[in-house]
Every structure is written in C-alpha cells, then in structure tokens.
C-alpha cells in the first residue's frame, strides 16, 4: 500500500454462523442477535452483552466483545474501538501494524504521488482519521486522508490548516509474463465484484478498470461531497487491497486475495498505488530525489544542446545561400 475509522453503525448484512448454546438436552436452539461481521462464541460469564467474538475484517485488535449485537473490539496501539462489520482505517492500522515491528517500511496525472515513506507511527484522530499534522520526534509534515506526506518535512513549527482530501487513488499491478493476454472483460468484472464485495466498497467509485497486457490499473474515485456517513473509505480500501496482494492480509482468516481470471490463477509481480488529493502537494525542488533531478539536468542540457545545433545550422544555411 493503505489506507478512516466512522462512529458505530447498524451492522450490514451477510451470513454469519449463529452461535448455540448448550442445555441440559444437549445443543439447544441458536442464540438469538447473532453478531454480524465475526464468528461468536460462547457468552462469557453467562452475559450476552460481554460474549466474547472474532473481528473477521481486522486482526490487529484485542479486547473483542459484543456490544448490542455487534462484535467490537480494541485497536492494537491506538485503544479505540472499532466496528468488525467494516474495514478500519487505514491511520488505526497503520499504528498497530507498528507495535508489531517498529522497524520495517514497506502515465500519471502530474498531481499524483506515491508514497515514498513507507510505514510510520500515526497520530490518529478519534474517529480514526489521520491527523493533519504527523511528526517523527521534532521532524513533521502534513499528510492527506491516506495518511501520505504531501509537503516536504519541516520542524515542529509546521502549520498544517486541514487534512486535505484524497479524491483518486491509482492501484497499478503488472502480472507475471504470460503466453496469451488476459480477457479484459473478465479482468473488469472480477476486479469490481472483489472490490464492492469483500471491501465493501460502492461500486460508484470505482471510475475503471483497465487492462494494457501485462498492466491492470484500477482508478477509484470519491470526493467529500459524493462520500455519506455509510461508505467506507477508498484509502482505507486501498490499504486494505494492498495488504491483501502482497500477502500480508489484515483480515481474521489471513487468506490473502487470490486472483482468477476466468478459473485460471493470475500471479502479480508489482503493485504500486498512487495518490491525487483535491488541493495539489506542496513539494519543493529540494524534495525531489537525486535520480529525478539528474533527469531533468539531462533533459535541459538535451534541450539547449539541440537550440545550439539549430542556431549554428540557421547560421551556415544563412552564409551559404549569400556566396551563392
């Protein structure tokens, strides 16, 4: 990847085992309320309220309990609660994914970046949105709703006035070499059933999937104005997709996302998601890593090398047509 928490909401629909409850005559009928979005167990302490349950969309939590029908359990890390009937944001998993390991990091539109700093420790907002602001020590910088740096990093004086909203995120994968491409149509059609089923996501913010053997490039788009209370995130979907193709589910089970396109496994080498927010990131030159200013050094030095033949050329062109 990534990758925003809401406040509770009425559980969304989909089969979940019912959990039974022993008696005197053996199995007795199922317990009645059984939770949405996790896998019940028996109740603790003989109260419903307190049952303990499995968090079947993140397993980076603890303290799983259910509360009015509803498996919610504590973010590692962070302590908030979160809604196991739908994905956690990208911020609270980020901050738990770094309890686990303190170490480890993991044509465009010209607006688009990627992020390049891989996993860091989060400042997360209640609700689970990233802040504005994040810091390392006395280094900070602002980041958008992706939780991805969008200025250069400055001392702790920096003002971050908002958190600027991601509007399109680009998920773009290359699959492994293969003799005959894949059916584009197919391609689409798994790609968009994975991504509003099991990601929950509404299937009016995904602009396209497209297909340019080997490239599958998936644009989803969602500005604040389009997004209610009960739509998940397109960052956190993101977070969520990345994880899943490069083998390192968030979900419960730990079962990755396998590809098929039209029963026939689709291996992907490289996944690469890139961010365009609503307000343009204020990087300056300095930013800008050596290799890409080295291009542009190379591209100027083309460019004014090839004024220079053209003057010199004009000049001998003038000179020749005077002798005659």
């Known amino acids: 990847r990534g990758m925003r928490a809401r406040p509770a909401r009425p559980a969304r629909g989909g089969f979940v085992r019912p959990a039974r409850r022993r008696s005197a005559g053996g199995a007795g009928p199922a317990v009645p309320g059984s939770v949405p979005g996790s896998v019940p167990r028996r109740p603790a302490h003989g109260r419903a309220s307190l049952a303990a349950c499995v968090c079947e969309k993140n397993k980076r939590v603890t303290n799983c309990r259910?509360?009015?029908?509803?498996?919610?359990?504590?973010?590692?890390?962070?302590?908030?609660?979160?809604?196991?009937?739908?994905?956690?944001?990208?911020?609270l998993l980020m901050k738990a994914e770094v309890m686990g390991s303190k170490s480890g990091r993991r044509e465009k539109p010209k607006d688009a970046f990627e992020d390049t700093d891989g996993l860091y420790d989060p400042e997360c907002e209640n609700s689970g949105a990233f802040k504005a602001k994040q810091c390392n020590g006395?280094?900070?910088?602002?980041?958008?709703?992706?939780?991805?740096?969008?200025?250069?990093?400055?001392?702790?004086?920096?003002?971050?006035?908002?958190?600027?909203?991601?509007?399109?995120?680009?998920?773009?994968?290359?699959?492994?070499?293969?003799?005959?491409?894949?059916?584009a149509e197919s391609l689409k059609k798994f790609f968009t059933d994975t991504i509003t089923s099991r990601y929950?996501?509404?299937?009016?913010?995904?602009?396209?999937?497209?297909?340019?053997?080997?490239?599958?490039?998936?644009?989803?788009?969602?500005?604040?104005?389009?997004?209610?209370?009960?739509?998940?995130?397109?960052?956190?979907?993101?977070?969520?997709?990345?994880?899943?193709?490069?083998?390192?589910?968030?979900?419960?089970n730990n079962a990755g996302l396998?590809?098929?396109?039209?029963?026939?496994?689709?291996?992907?080498?490289?996944?690469?998601?890139?961010?365009?927010?609503?307000?343009?990131?204020?990087?300056?030159?300095?930013?800008?890593?050596?290799?890409?200013?080295?291009?542009?050094?190379?591209?100027?030095?083309?460019?004014?090398?090839?004024?220079?033949?053209?003057?010199?050329?004009?000049?001998?062109?003038?000179?020749?047509v005077k002798a005659e």
Request: proline content about 3%; aromatic content about 8%.
């Open 66 to 91: 259910v509360v009015n029908g509803q498996c919610r359990c504590d973010a590692i890390g962070s302590g908030v609660t979160v809604d196991c009937t739908t994905l956690t944001s990208k911020c």
């Open 138 to 183: 006395t280094t900070c910088w602002c980041v958008n709703t992706a939780g991805v740096r969008r200025t250069d990093k400055h001392d702790a004086d920096l003002k971050c006035n908002q958190l600027v909203r991601t509007m399109w995120i680009i998920i773009e994968m290359k699959h492994a070499e293969r003799d005959a491409p894949l059916n």
């Open 258 to 320: 396998n590809v098929s396109i039209d029963n026939e496994p689709v291996k992907l080498e490289k996944t690469v998601v890139y961010y365009v927010d609503e307000i343009a990131p204020e990087f300056s030159m300095k930013s800008l890593t050596p290799g890409l200013i080295a291009v542009i050094v190379v591209v100027v030095i083309a460019i004014v090398a090839a004024i220079v033949v053209l003057v010199l050329t004009r000049r001998r062109k003038g000179k020749y």
């Open 200 to 252: 929950q996501l509404n299937g009016r913010f995904i602009a396209s999937v497209l297909y340019e053997n080997p490239y599958i490039t998936i644009d989803l788009k969602q500005n604040a104005s389009a997004k209610s209370f009960d739509d998940v995130d397109i960052a956190d979907v993101a977070y969520y997709f990345e994880k899943d193709v490069k083998g390192q589910s968030i979900f419960h």
